[in-house]
């Protein structure tokens, strides 16, 4: 089928509507419930791009979020990394997120989350990851 026909029926099935492109969950290794699941399979699916949101983890200073900063410790001291490229890291290693959207306050802020881009997390590091406490029980 040309791609001339193709277009003309995606724009019947829309009824002549944008398709979405791009869906911005919050996620994070703390915050996964909301985009994890149906939210992400939905996007695989559907081909959208993802640019997860990791907004501030102060507010999970508390003995389940002090298990994630060990967790993340346990990881960085691993490949000489920050926790703060860990977390980018582990972001950029799900298939289905385009991108991780974070912000520096400082050009040594920013150069330490670029380093991100070549950290290689292992199977051993997702096994730290993966199974802390998500969501509600830190708060």
């Given at each position: 089928?040309?791609?001339?026909?193709?277009?003309?029926?995606?724009?019947?099935?829309?009824?002549?509507?944008?398709?979405?492109?791009?869906?911005?969950?919050?996620y994070?290794?703390?915050?996964?419930?909301?985009?994890?699941?149906?939210?992400?399979?939905?996007?695989?699916?559907?081909g959208?791009?993802?640019?997860?949101?990791?907004?501030?983890?102060?507010?999970?200073?508390?003995?389940?979020?002090?298990?994630?900063?060990?967790?993340?410790?346990?990881?960085?001291?691993?490949?000489?990394?920050?926790?703060?490229?860990?977390?980018?890291?582990?972001?950029?290693?799900?298939?289905?997120?385009?991108?991780?959207?974070?912000?520096?306050?400082?050009?040594?802020q920013?150069?330490?989350?670029l380093?991100?881009?070549?950290?290689?997390?292992?199977?051993?590091?997702?096994?730290?990851?993966?199974?802390?406490?998500?969501?509600?029980?830190?708060?």
């Open positions: 089928m040309d791609s001339g026909r193709n277009q003309r029926g995606a724009r019947r099935r829309d009824r002549g509507r944008a398709r979405y492109q791009v869906a911005e969950p919050h994070n290794l703390i915050e996964r419930r909301q985009y994890e699941g149906e939210p992400e399979d939905v996007c695989v699916a559907h959208l791009g993802v640019n997860a949101r990791m907004g501030t983890l102060s507010r999970y200073v508390n003995p389940a979020g002090l298990k994630l900063l060990d967790s993340l410790d346990i990881v960085a001291t691993r490949h000489g990394a920050t926790p703060a490229q860990v977390t980018l890291a582990q972001l950029m290693a799900r298939p289905s997120v385009t991108a991780p959207i974070c912000s520096a306050t400082s050009t040594q920013l150069a330490d989350i380093k991100s881009v070549d950290l290689q997390l292992v199977p051993e590091d997702f096994a730290v990851l993966d199974p802390l406490p998500q969501g509600p029980a830190l708060t």
